[in-house]
Every structure is written in C-alpha cells, then in structure tokens.
C-alpha cells in the first residue's frame, strides 16, 4: 500500500469534497503520516473515512472531524495551542505543523506514552504532552491562542474560557454521552464569548473533574 497515495485521496474526496477550504489546513493533513498514529495491524486503514480504535476502549477520529475542527481554530503559525485528549497524537501532530507551540493533555498513560513516541519519530519537538486530568486546562501555561477539545463534554468547562486569550477560539463537542453538537466559543476582547454550533457529531467521553464522572 503506497501511504502517500491513500493520503491524498483521503484529502481530495474526504476533506476538500467535503468543504474544507483552509490551504494551511489541507497542506498540514497531506504532510502528517496518519498510519503511524494507529496500530500496525490497522495501518492500511489508516487512510479510510472513519474513526478507528486506538486501545483503552479510545479512538483517533475521523479524517473529516479532524480538518473541520482545525480549521475552526483559525491557525496562522505562530499560535500557542491546547489540546485535550492527546488519544494516539494525531490531531496534536496537525496542530504542531501548523502553529508554534502544542500543549496536549491525556489521562490514560499508555496513550500519552505511544503518543510521545509517534510524535519523537516526525521530530514534532515543539508538542508537550501531560498526563492529567484535563477537564482543569492548563494554568501554567495559559493564556492560549485556541483550545480544542477531541473528548465530549457534559458543559463547557469555564477553566477553558478562562484560559484563552481575548479574541481566541474553543472548539469542543458539547452534549450527552452519545451524541454532541461540536461547537465554537469566540472569546471577545471585552471577555464575553460567542457561541457557535457547527454540526452533530459523535466523540468518546470526556471524563474528570468537570467531564463526565466515569468511563463506564
Ligand atoms: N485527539 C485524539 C483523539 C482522542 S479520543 C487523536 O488525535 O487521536 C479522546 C481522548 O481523550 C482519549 O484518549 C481519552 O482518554 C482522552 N480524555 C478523556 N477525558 C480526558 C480528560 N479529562 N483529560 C485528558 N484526556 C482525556
């Protein structure tokens, strides 16, 4: 299987077809290896238009939802930018291209440490990753440029709001453990926030202090 291929089909008729205009974007999603953030048993599937599990009962998501959801982030290049849910490191891999500085949170270890390692393996030196509980953010290292969220949340955690910069932008999907809206909050220069819903969508639950309370 010719990788290099699958991933420009991937952009061309799951990315670009589907509406995502942002050159940086679709450049960023075209350099960044998808199959070495999944399993190797997985790899030919890397490519295909669809979640895909990444053990700990966790998924990297769908090309598609990754683009979308970037692409709401408005990146330029020299953006400071938090994640949470590091999951398999690919959507912190689209971010590390694209802007200057990554901060990723991610509770189940195993997945922060195989993230690490994919990441160390494309030189994307300028990714932290940190394991906690990332319903909190990350206070010492804000104010952010943009949050994102790759976990469904019950709320919008105010510590997220708090925690970006005036004018900054959170991506995060909002609803119940099946099912969420994924929405964009704007924080304005004078601290109010706009609030926009994008789509349905559909992602794994974001479980902490101010997330979900388990992952049963
Ligand atoms: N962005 C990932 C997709 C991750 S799936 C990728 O590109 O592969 C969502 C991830 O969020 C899971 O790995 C899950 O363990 C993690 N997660 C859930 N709740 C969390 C929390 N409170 N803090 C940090 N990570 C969390």
């Known amino acids: 299987m010719n990788f290099e291929i699958a991933r420009k089909r991937m952009v061309e008729s799951q990315i670009i077809a589907r509406g995502v205009s942002d050159r940086r974007v679709i450049e960023a999603m075209l350099k960044v290896p998808r199959h070495v953030f999944v399993e190797e048993a997985m790899a030919a599937q890397a490519y295909s238009d669809t979640p895909l599990p990444i053990g700990e009962k966790q998924t990297i998501s769908q090309p598609y939802m990754v683009a979308l959801m970037t692409e709401l982030l408005e990146l330029k290049g020299k953006e400071k930018v938090l994640e949470i849910g590091t999951g398999s490191g690919y959507q912190a891999a689209i971010l590390a291209v694209m802007a200057d500085r ?70 995060i999907p909002v609803g119940t453990q099946f099912e969420q809206v994924l929405v964009r909050v704007v924080k304005q220069e004078d601290g109010s926030v706009e609030r926009e819903d994008i789509t349905g969508c559909r992602f794994v639950k974001l479980v902490g202090k101010f997330g979900w309370s388990s992952d049963d």
């Open 102 to 171: 990554v901060y990723t949170v991610e509770r189940i270890r195993p997945l922060a440490l195989r993230a690490r390692k994919a990441l160390d393996s494309l030189g994307l030196l300028n990714v932290n990753i940190k394991m906690s509980d990332g319903t909190v953010g990350w206070e010492d290292e804000a104010p952010f440029d943009a949050i994102i969220v790759t976990a469904g949340a019950p709320d919008i955690p105010q510590q997220y709001i708090d925690q970006l910069k005036p004018g900054g932008r959170l991506v």
